[in-house]
């Protein structure tokens, strides 16, 4: 599986993004799917999950209220709005594919695949 993210950006604090992560296989509701975050010398952390349906979502504290995870099956893509952004969201957002879901999936570790990374900045 291959995952390809996109739609990071520079905004002001309080304004919006929404992210995409497209991925390329045929077996896309097989798939739980997440985002996660990572700023420089930090650990990667957990954002969001979404089910293969789409019908569950989880999401970190910090972003609950906020931020809201969804996914299009029909176009093998995921996404994450992001509303009242804030300085603290800054980082590398990365989307991630989990094809055998259990185990602690807010841990880097239950992952299988990972896209390349999108770039937030929230500017104060």
């Known amino acids: 599986v291959q995952l390809q993210a996109s739609g990071g950006g520079l905004v002001q604090t309080g304004g919006s993004l929404r992210l995409s992560c497209a991925a390329s296989t045929r077996t896309f509701t097989m798939y739980d799917m997440a985002w996660f975050r990572q700023t420089l010398g930090k650990e990667r952390e957990f954002v969001a999950r979404v089910s293969g349906s789409g019908v569950l979502t989880w999401y970190a504290d910090s972003v609950k209220g906020r931020f809201t995870i969804s996914r299009d099956n029909t176009k093998n893509t995921m996404y994450l709005q992001m509303n009242s952004l804030k300085p603290d969201d800054t980082a590398v957002y990365y989307c991630?594919?989990?094809?055998?879901?259990?185990?602690?999936?807010?841990?880097?570790?239950?992952?299988?695949?990972w896209g390349q990374g999108t770039l937030v900045t929230v500017s104060s």
């Open positions: 991630a594919a989990d094809d055998i879901p259990g185990g602690d999936w807010k841990l880097r570790s239950a992952y299988d695949y």
